[in-house]
């Protein structure tokens, strides 16, 4: 069983008086003045934010919050993975593993957790506790970096590692958005039966046989047309990762930009509002822990590592996920839903859920939706 040890984040101070003095240096340049945010991140926007960075943001308010929680690291494969696990309440909590995305971290659940992991806190009922588990994507944050690029596949059998023989746990829920989606889809192909059930925001694979109806159909064709503008970052960093990342390594304005223009988009926000549906706060600490961690590189090899495992096809022989999914829909997801006929050809869908509201980011957008969906999918497969 591999050693699992306890980890505290404690960033020197030097590094964030070097990442404030490039914030406070750095060389604005020309945009279009009508340009608002379709040329990419609204250049008036980011000079606010950066003004803000400098002037008030309190990394170490933040790096507090993040060690409130039990934080560990375990060897796995060669790679030393960061997580969180927080116990959950009553006699017997859940087993839960959340994994997040890109451009996202950890950050994105630390209001979440909590509310899993101890329902009796926020109104609602012990029985419906998990035992949470949150690791850092390999490349990503506090966890070690890979070899090379990892796809999803890869790494959901890291995760399965972790959770069955450096945790134990013989019987466990994946739940996951934008990578976490493609990685809980392959531990409940791959992980079964110890995964026992996976709950999905997005559906990251594409059946090999393709759409088989004209629902299905018009679907795929509209999602070209979706993705049109949003295939830029997709292709750099799915090709050629490593030149982007002499630019963003020596830039912590150039790594703002480069996600703030996805946490805008992807968001249901108001108008091209982004702190309608994220705080300053929010957006800086999980940026923050792209630059203290030094790991916007590695973390966008995951593009390479994907294409390299097929891109989004799920190449399994014809095969499904056989253990119960739940598939949660915001409406203002990036990757717009498939129609549940073809869904149903991938994994075993057990619950469909049409969410009124929210976008790529649920556990910060709306986290009592996708909340009550998790626990509600969690009661019939405990």
């Known amino acids: 069983m591999p050693s699992i040890e306890p980890f505290t984040l404690a960033v020197p101070d030097e590094t964030l008086v070097q990442i404030r003095r490039r914030v406070a240096d750095y060389p604005w340049h020309e945009m279009p003045d009508d340009g ?68 996202g971290t950890v950050v994105e659940f630390l209001d979440f957790i909590g509310p899993l992991a101890h329902p009796e806190r926020f109104g609602g009922d012990e029985k419906d506790a998990f035992t949470v ?6 490349g990503f944050g506090f966890s070690g970096r890979p070899p090379r690029p990892y796809g999803p596949r890869k790494i959901a059998g890291l ?27 392959w531990l409940g192909f791959d992980a079964a039966p110890a995964c026992k059930a996976i709950h999905l925001n997005i559906m990251m694979m594409r059946h090999q046989d393709g759409p088989q109806t004209p ?34 390594m020596d830039s912590p304005v150039g790594i703002a930009a480069w996600i703030l223009e996805k946490f805008n988009s992807w968001s249901d926000t108001v108008g091209d509002d982004v702190e309608s549906a994220h705080t300053k706060d929010v957006l800086l600490t999980n940026i923050m822990v792209y630059i203290v ?39 203002k997801e990036l990757l717009s839903w498939p129609p549940r006929s073809y869904v149903e050809r991938m994994v075993n869908v057990q619950r469909w859920t049409e969410m009124p509201h929210g976008g790529h980011f649920a556990a910060l957008e709306v986290p009592d939706l996708l909340l009550e969906d998790i626990r509600a999918f969690a009661r019939t497969v405990r």
């Not at 588990?133 to 390999?138: E, F, G, K, R, T």
């Not at 450096?166 to 019987?171: I, K």
């Not at 190449?315 to 949660?328: F, M």
């Open 159 to 185: 995760f399965g590692t972790l959770m069955k023989d450096a945790l134990g746990y013989d019987g466990y829920l994946a739940q996951g958005g934008d990578w976490g989606g493609g990685i809980s889809t």
């Open 36 to 103: 608002g945010w379709a040329y990419g991140t609204n250049l008036d926007y980011l000079r606010e934010f950066c003004a803000y960075w400098v002037e008030e943001y309190d990394w170490r308010a933040h790096e507090a919050k993040i060690n409130g929680f039990n934080h560990f690291k375990a060897p796995v494969d060669g790679i030393d993975i960061h997580f969180i696990r927080e116990e959950g309440s009553g006699p017997a909590p859940m087993p839960l593993i959340l994994s997040h995305g890109w451009p």
């Open 215 to 248: 629902d299905e159909a018009a679907w795929a064709e509209r999602f070209v047309r979706e993705q049109e503008m949003e295939e830029g970052y997709r292709t750099i960093q799915g090709t050629k990762p490593q030149t982007l990342s002499y630019a963003m």
């Open 133 to 138: 588990i949150a690791p850092s994507l390999p």
């Open 293 to 331: 961690t030094r790991t916007f590189n590695t973390a966008s090899w995951i593009y390479y590592g994907r294409r390299e495992e097929g891109g989004r096809l799920f190449d399994t022989g014809g095969k499904r996920v056989e253990v119960p999914t739940a598939c949660a829909l915001f409406p």
